[in-house]
C-alpha cells in the first residue's frame, strides 16, 4: 500500500528541470516567460499575446500571475 505522498509524487518527466527554473533575478523578464506563467504554450501566438500584453503592462504582467 502506497501513503499519500508516494501516490502524489511526480514522476521525473512531469517535473520542469532545474536548468529551466528561474527566479527573474537573474535577468529582464521575457514574453516566454510571461506565456509559461500563464501556462500556456509557447507558439507564435502566444508569444505575440505576450509582446502586446508586457508593452501594455511591462513586467506587471508576469507579477500578476505569480503567486
Known amino acids: 500500500m502506497s501513503t ?12 520542469t528541470p532545474d536548468a529551466r527554473l528561474r527566479t527573474g533575478a537573474e535577468g529582464e523578464v521575457t514574453p516566454e516567460d510571461l ?5 500556456r504554450d509557447v507558439t507564435p501566438a502566444n508569444l505575440k499575446w505576450a509582446e502586446r500584453k508586457m508593452a501594455e503592462e511591462g513586467t506587471a504582467a508576469v507579477n500578476k500571475l505569480l503567486p
Open 35 to 39: 506565456v509559461l506563467a500563464s501556462g
Open 4 to 15: 499519500e505522498s508516494e501516490s502524489h509524487r511526480p514522476s521525473p518527466g512531469d517535473v
